[in-house]
């Protein structure tokens, strides 16, 4: 049926969405995606708080064995009043900064060497193979004795932790640039920087990224192994001594830290990368 206008009712019925169909199409405009992910990230910790708190409580797991979540609140309350805790996370951070930036950056380094020349990739690659194959832990008596139990050799063995990941992930990605991309680049007379930063420098930018942050996890993951071995001071140190003095509590709420401050580091990380992402591709 046709209106004054010559419009068709059925036409025009059919224009009109029913009730519920943008909500059911988009569902992130009433419930943000951001917000709906972060809840759903939620749900496991929560989930696992819950049944902790069940089980302590109900006497199924001893105290000694597993303390209930109010006992480690309260071991971070007494060791933040007389601020050891804080001590603690922030030498623990320092350490993993520093080591993080020092391995990352000579891991872009040689990644750039064994990705962009045939040189590098015949001389570098099989050596940095098989120290990667090395244990972690077999190197700390070598750093321990090279350069003691100060602060040179846990930054030096974070660094380790965090070059391999940006090393491998990098220069495996700059191998794998289109041919023909970087050939027709050249057919514009781009050579040297202007072909990389022009060409090769967007197509890796994704691999960086999660590089560093495979980097930051395992920078956290040496720490650990740093300072459990030969340390004062640090999350890890205070978990050797809470296992020395059987404070169950204060060995998991290291962990929880640890935890925190991984996650934390590793949500910076994957805000650069969309930055990035958006930025160059």
Known sequence: MRTLSGVSTDDAHNSVDPPGHGALATPHWFFPRRLARVIGGLLIPIAILGVWQAVTATGLIPSYRLPAPAAVVDAAIQL??????????????????????????????????????????????????????????ALVPLLLLWMGIGEDSKVTLIA????????????????????????????????????????????????????????????????????????????????TLAQSTGRVDQILLAIVLLAILGTLSNAVLSGAQKYLLRRWI
């Open 80 to 137: 933040s009043e007389s601020g050891e805790l804080w001590f603690h996370v922030a030498i623990s951070v320092q350490r993993v900064l520093l080591g993080f930036t020092i391995g990352s950056t000579v891991g872009l380094i040689f990644a750039a060497l064994v990705g962009l020349t045939r040189v590098g990739d015949i001389l570098l690659t099989p050596i940095f193979a098989a120290l990667r194959a090395v244990p972690s832990l």
């Open 160 to 239: 380790i932790g965090a070059f391999f990941p940006v090393f491998t992930t990098v220069s495996g990605a700059l191998r794998q640039v289109d041919p023909q991309s970087v050939e027709m680049a050249r057919s514009f007379s781009l050579r040297g920087f202007a072909l990389f930063r022009t060409v090769q420098l967007p197509a890796v930018v994704p691999s960086i990224m999660s590089g560093l942050r495979l980097a930051m996890a395992q920078s956290w993951l040496f720490l650990v192994a740093a300072e459990l071995l030969a340390a004062a001071m640090g999350l890890g140190f205070l978990l």
